[in-house]
C-alpha cells in the first residue's frame, strides 16, 4: 500500500482538513496527514465492525501498550497504573491543568506555541505567562533566564511543548533537566504534551519529561496520543501519564472524561502502539524526503525556513516579502493555498505560516508553485 493517499481518495474525505475550502483551495493548514492508514489499524477497526464494537471506551490494554512502546523508542518504563484514559491531548493536558492549579494562578507557556493553549488557559481561568522562545541558527529554544522569572513571580505550572508545535523544535535533555531543576527550586508543576513524540526526524532524540531523574518529573504530568503519528484524531483517544508522586491525583479525573472518549480511538491506538511500528518507520523515511526537498525548494523563494526536528510542520518565515502580519490570508487570495496562520501562535508569529508537509510529493510540489506564485 502506497504511504501518501492521492488527489482524488483525499477529496472523497470528510474531514476537516477536506471539507473547510472549496475544492480549487489546496489544505496543507491543519495537522491532518494525507496518509493512507496502517494496515495493522486497518484490520484492528475492521475487527471492531464485524462485532458491531461501538459501544462505550474501555481502557483495555492501551496504558501497556504505550508503556511498552515508550520502552522500546525511548528506553522509558512507565507504570500503567499512572495512565489514565482521555479523548484527546487537549483534554489530557487541561485536565492536569486543573488538577494542578486553581481559578486565577498562573501558568507559563512559550509561544510561538500549539493556539489551542491559550484557549484551555482561557477555558478554566488560569492566568497566562509567556515566556517566548528564542530564534536562532540552532532552531527556536526555551530562554531559561526568563522562565525563572516566571517561576519565580509565582507561576505553578509550565505547559510544556515537546516536541515544539509549530517549529519543530525538539528540546534536548540537558534543556529540560535545566527546566526541572528549576521547577523543583520554584515548585513549579510541568505538563507536558508529547503528542508528536514518535515522530522525531534525522537525528533528533526525544526525552519523555518524565523519565528524567529529576524530582520533578515525579510530579509532573505528560499528555500522548497515537493520534498525530498514525493519522487517528478524529478517532478520540489519549492518555495522561502521571509520574510517580502524583498517580493518586488521577483518581480526581472527572468521569466525563473517560465517557467522551472513543472505542474505536482506544482499539486503533492498541494496534498502532504494538504493531504499528513498521509502518511509522516508513512514514518517518516520507516525511524526511519532504522536509529536504522542501528546503531545497523553498531557498531559491527567499522563504525563512529551519527543517524542523521533529513533527510534519514547516514553520515558514516570510517576513521579508512584505505580505503583512498575516501573509496566510494573502496567500489563500493570490495562490488558493490554505495555511495555518501564524498570529494563531503568538505575537511571535507575525508574518509567519505553518505548512503541513505530511503529504504526497507531487501535492508538496504543488504547495510551493502555489506559493511562488503569491510571492
Known amino acids: 500500500m502506497d504511504l501518501w493517499a492521492d488527489r482524488d481518495e483525499l477529496r472523497r474525505r470528510r474531514s476537516e482538513k477536506w471539507r473547510a475550502y472549496p475544492d480549487d483551495v489546496l489544505p496543507l493548514f491543519v495537522a491532518e496527514m494525507d496518509s493512507t492508514l496502517a494496515e495493522p489499524i486497518r484490520a484492528a477497526l475492521a475487527e471492531a465492525l464485524d462485532v458491531s464494537d461501538t459501544g462505550y471506551a474501555h481502557p483495555d490494554v492501551l496504558p501497556e501498550a504505550y508503556a511498552g512502546f515508550a520502552g522500546r523508542r525511548w528506553g522509558w518504563h512507565p507504570d500503567p497504573a499512572a495512565i489514565a484514559l482521555m479523548p484527546d491531548v487537549a483534554r489530557a493536558a487541561r485536565t492536569a491543568i486543573e488538577l494542578s492549579t486553581s481559578p486565577g494562578d498562573a501558568v507559563v507557556i512559550n509561544p510561538p506555541v500549539y493556539p489551542p493553549f491559550y484557549e484551555w488557559l482561557q477555558t478554566t481561568g488560569r492566568r497566562l505567562v509567556a515566556d517566548p522562545l528564542r530564534p536562532g541558527p540552532d532552531g527556536w529554544r526555551l530562554e531559561l533566564e526568563g522562565l525563572e522569572a516566571a517561576y519565580a513571580d509565582g507561576a505553578r505550572v509550565h505547559l510544556l511543548c515537546n516536541p515544539q508545535n509549530p517549529t519543530g523544535t525538539v528540546h534536548t535533555r540537558a534543556e529540560l533537566e535545566a527546566v526541572a531543576d528549576l521547577a523543583e527550586r520554584y515548585g513549579v508543576r510541568v505538563v507536558s504534551d508529547e503528542i508528536h ?179
Open 197 to 375: 513524540a514518535p515522530l522525531t526526524l534525522g537525528a533528533a532524540r526525544f526525552v519523555p519529561f518524565l523519565s528524567l531523574d529529576r524530582p520533578a518529573a515525579r510530579t509532573a504530568f505528560a499528555a500522548v496520543s497515537a493520534s498525530k503519528a498514525w493519522n487517528l484524531a478524529g478517532l478520540k483517544a489519549a492518555l495522561l501519564v502521571g509520574g510517580a508522586d502524583v498517580v493518586a491525583e488521577l483518581g480526581r479525573i472527572p468521569e466525563d472524561a473517560l465517557a467522551s472518549t472513543g472505542n474505536l480511538g482506544v482499539i486503533a491506538s492498541v494496534a498502532a502502539l504494538t504493531e504499528g511500528e513498521p509502518w511509522l518507520e516508513e512514514l518517518r523515511a516520507g516525511l524526511e524526503i519532504n522536509r529536504r526537498w522542501l528546503g531545497d525548494a523553498l531557498a531559491p523563494l527567499g522563504v525563512g525556513y529551519r527543517a524542523p526536528d521533529a513533527t510534519y510542520l514547516a514553520w515558514l518565515d516570510l517576513r521579508a516579502h512584505g505580505l503583512g502580519d498575516d501573509p496566510a490570508a494573502v496567500i489563500l487570495e493570490r495562490a488558493k493555498l490554505a495555511l495555518y496562520r501564524g498570529l494563531d501562535f503568538g505575537p511571535q508569529g507575525a508574518g509567519f505560516v505553518r505548512l503541513n508537509f505530511a503529504t504526497s510529493p507531487e501535492i508538496l510540489a504543488d504547495a510551493v508553485a502555489r506559493l511562488a506564485s503569491a510571492l
